[in-house]
C-alpha cells in the first residue's frame, strides 16, 4: 500500500490524467501525493512569462503552477511539490523518489513510438527500467 505518491508533472494536460489516476490511488490508501516537476528547456519557456509577470525565479513559478495543480485536481489530499533541474528528466524523477521517500510514482506516457521514441527516448521506460518502486502508467497518447 502507498503512503506516498509521487507524480512527475511536465505541466502539460497530460500531466492532469496522471495526477487524477493518483489521486484516486492516493484516497484509497490515504496516501500523499507529491506533485513534482523536472524543468527542462520546454518549461522554463513555457513559465518564463508567469515568473517574469509574478516577479518569480523559475524554480518559484514552477512550484506555484504544481500548487495550483494541487488544489485543482487533489483539493481534498494531503500533497506537496517539488521542483528539479536535471538533465535527464527520468534522472530528475529518479532522485526525487529517494529525496522525498516516495513508494510509487505515477506518470502519464507521451505514447512516442518509432523514430521520435528512438531519437528522444521514453522517459516513462527509463524511469519503469531503473525505479526502486512501483510505476504506474496512464497513457495519453490523444491529447
Not at 503512503?3 to 511536465?10: I, Q
Not at 481534498?76 to 535527464?88: G, K, L, N, P, Y
Not at 510509487?104 to 512516442?112: D, K, L, Q
Amino acid at each position: 500500500m502507498p503512503n506516498k505518491v509521487l507524480v512527475p508533472v511536465d505541466l502539460s494536460k497530460r500531466a492532469e490524467l496522471a495526477i487524477n489516476h493518483a489521486t484516486r490511488l492516493a484516497k484509497a490508501f490515504d496516501a500523499e501525493l507529491v506533485l513534482m516537476s523536472n524543468v527542462n528547456l520546454d518549461e522554463r519557456e513555457a513559465l518564463k512569462d508567469y515568473a517574469e509577470a509574478e516577479h518569480l525565479t523559475t524554480a518559484e513559478a514552477a512550484e506555484a503552477r504544481l500548487l495550483a495543480l494541487a488544489r485543482q485536481c487533489a483539493p481534498d489530499i494531503a500533497s506537496s511539490v517539488i521542483v528539479r533541474f536535471h538533465s535527464s528528466a527520468a534522472d530528475g524523477i529518479l532522485h526525487a523518489v529517494e529525496d522525498v521517500k516516495a513508494d510509487s510514482i505515477v506518470m502519464a506516457s507521451h505514447g512516442r513510438s518509432g523514430m521520435s521514441r528512438w531519437m528522444l527516448g521514453s522517459v516513462a521506460e527509463k524511469v519503469v527500467r531503473h525505479a526502486n518502486v512501483p510505476v504506474t502508467i496512464v497513457p495519453a497518447r490523444d491529447l
